[in-house]
Structure formats: structure tokens, C-alpha cells
């Protein structure tokens, strides 16, 4: 996995434009923006923050740093459109720079983090970076859950191979922090081309694949931080918003459903049953998480709840799928 670090950050003289959605984001406002406009050896930047309809305290908030940022006010929600697909429009419209910076609003950026990610993004001629935070946990279910989107990751498709292939497939994403030229990203139709999607990360730079550009994920936990969720219930509620989408249907949702079972739950079964076969699958899953854990700067020792987390997992999907079915999943108060 590329690493993005500070050390190999350098004066970026190319314009940069910081996009930043915010729906009801009050508690997120003021160390989001800050960490923002403290981005150094960046020559001509700024910072750009989307007011989405908020109903809370969002927008006095925003208005607190004056002229140092410009705050774009949300149009309504046309129905064909996803949230953030439309918000990520808007704010790519009014902005004419050459990298375009999508950043959520729960990310916290070191002064470097941009110029870094950027400077290995020009080093490899890469047309899109995906750099993936550090994921902050604090409740227990954040503990359970959060460290398998990387475990994932780094299980199931080999990074580097996945840089070069040309296979929409095999490409991922993570949509905390995406930086695109604006070049690519106008030639394939910017998010109009992807506007009804919940996985928008994913989708957008599969996108990018299919239009012979070329990107990819980058370790970047040693210069940017993300809490998704700061409770228990926002967890549930974000991940149900998705993971019916995650695996890409039906089909893929079950065969990701058994492999999860077979790798993760039977070996635990078996080891309780004194299976020797059953312990060293068990073994070799526990390690893999170890190993990403260190890789990735996360708590080592929830390795060892890897079973129950897998048991939450498939619980959420579960979960996710019956409020599809039942037209009930719901994001920051809209229906999707």
C-alpha cells in the first residue's frame, strides 16, 4: 500500500480547491475548517464549505471565519440525487482549480496532508488519490467495526495490482478524502454521472477507471484523522445507509455472507469444538488483522474480538437489506 507521508511532502504551485459538504455538522465546524486553512505548501488554495439545508447550528458556525473561507448555500435536493453527490456537484461548479480536494466533514488534516497526498499523486502520475485516514474509535462499536474496512481492503485485493489494472472491479476507494484533477473528473461528467449512488467513493473512481485514468488508495494515517461516528446508533445508522450496496446485489451480498462465515465464524466454532484445523484458520485470520492493525496505526488487541465484529457485520447487512426492502434507510433526515 503507498504511503503517504510528511516528510515527502513539497511546495505545491498548482491551485488547489478544499470542497467541503457539511449537513448539520455543528460539532464537526470548527476543527474541520481550522485543520483546513492550516494546510501549508500549498501556493494558492482555499477552502470552500457547502451549507446543505442545515438545520442546527452549522451555518453561524461557518460564518465565524469570514472571508478566510467562501460558504456556498445548498440548492433544494433534486429527487434524482444522493445528498452528497449533489452537495460535491455544486461545490466542483464553483471552483475553478486544478485539483479538486473532497473532504467530509469529520476529517481532521495536518498542515502537510494535502501537499503530500499531492505530491506522491503527481510522483506516480496518478490522476485520482484516495488517501485513507487514520479511523479514530472510541465507543465499542466503532472498536467492532471500523478497523474491517481496511481489514478488508488489505485481505482481498492486492493494492498494487489493483493501481495498474484497468477492471472497475477491482477498484476502491474511500470518500473521507478524494483528490481528483479536475481535468479527469470533468471528462467523466464530474458526480451528474454518478448521482444516484450511495457508495459515491467507490463509484466515482471506478469511474475514473473506465476512463482509462489512473489512481488509487494511499495509507495517509500518519497525516489525516476521521471519527466517522461518535456513537453506537451512528454507526448503525451509517453503515444500514449502504452496505445493502456494498457487495453489489444480491448475489454478491450472499457470497460475501458465506466467505465472511466460512473465514471468520466457523473457525471460531471449531476451535471451541478442539478442532486443531479449526484453531490454525482461527490463528491465520487473528494474524491478518494484527498485521493491517500495526500497518494502519489501529488498537492491535481487537484483533482478538475479529469474530464478534464479523457476527456485528452480517448483523448490519442484515439489517440494512430489510430497510431497503422496506424503504425505510435514512441519512442525516432524507430517504434514500
Request: hydrophobic share 45%; glycine share 6%.
Amino acid at each position: 500500500m503507498r504511503v503517504v507521508r510528511a516528510a515527502g511532502s513539497r511546495d505545491i504551485t498548482e491551485s488547489i480547491a478544499i470542497l467541503i459538504p457539511m449537513r448539520n455538522e455543528e460539532r464537526n465546524v470548527t476543527e474541520c475548517v481550522e485543520s483546513a486553512l492550516a494546510s501549508t505548501q500549498l501556493s494558492n488554495f482555499s477552502v470552500t464549505v457547502l451549507n446543505d439545508n442545515s438545520t442546527d447550528q452549522t451555518e453561524r458556525l461557518l460564518t465565524d471565519f469570514g472571508p478566510r473561507i467562501k460558504v456556498l448555500q445548498g440548492a433544494a435536493l433534486p429527487a434524482e440525487w444522493m445528498g452528497k453527490n449533489f452537495a460535491l456537484s455544486q461545490l466542483s461548479e464553483r471552483s475553478g482549480a486544478e485539483f479538486l480536494v473532497f473532504s467530509d466533514a469529520d476529517v481532521r488534516l495536518t498542515p502537510k496532508a494535502i501537499s503530500s497526498s499531492v505530491a506522491l499523486m503527481q510522483r506516480l502520475n496518478w490522476d485520482y488519490i484516495s488517501p485513507y485516514p487514520r479511523q479514530v474509535a472510541r465507543s465499542f462499536a466503532e472498536l467492532l467495526i471500523q478497523p474491517l474496512l481496511q481489514w478488508s481492503w488489505m485481505s482481498s485485493v492486492i493494492l498494487r495490482i489493483a493501481e495498474k489494472s484497468q477492471r472497475p472491479s477491482t477498484t476502491i476507494a474511500n470518500g473521507q478524502l478524494f483528490i481528483v484533477r479536475r481535468s479527469a473528473y470533468e471528462e467523466i461528467g464530474g458526480h451528474e454521472n454518478i448521482k444516484n449512488e450511495v457508495l459515491d467513493d467507490m463509484e466515482l473512481a471506478r469511474e475514473l477507471v473506465r476512463h482509462g485514468f489512473r489512481g488509487g488508495v494511499a495509507d495517509a494515517s500518519q497525516v489525516v484523522s476521521c471519527r466517522m461516528y461518535e456513537s453506537g446508533k451512528e454507526l448503525i445508522e451509517g453503515y444500514t445507509k449502504s452496505l445493502w450496496r456494498a457487495f453489489g446485489g444480491v448475489s454478491g451480498t450472499v457470497l460475501a455472507i458465506l466467505i465472511l462465515t466460512w473465514t471468520s465464524l466457523t473457525p471460531f466454532y471449531g476451535a471451541l469444538t478442539g478442532s486443531l484445523l479449526a484453531c490454525g484458520g482461527l490463528v491465520l485470520t487473528t494474524l491478518s488483522r494484527v498485521v493491517v492493525a500495526i500497518r494502519t496505526r489501529s488498537n492491535v488487541w481487537l484483533s482478538l474480538l475479529h469474530p464478534l465484529a464479523i457476527l456485528f457485520l452480517l448483523l448490519l447487512i442484515a439489517l440494512s437489506w430489510m430497510k431497503k426492502r422496506n424503504g425505510t434507510l435514512q441519512w442525516r433526515g432524507r430517504t434514500i
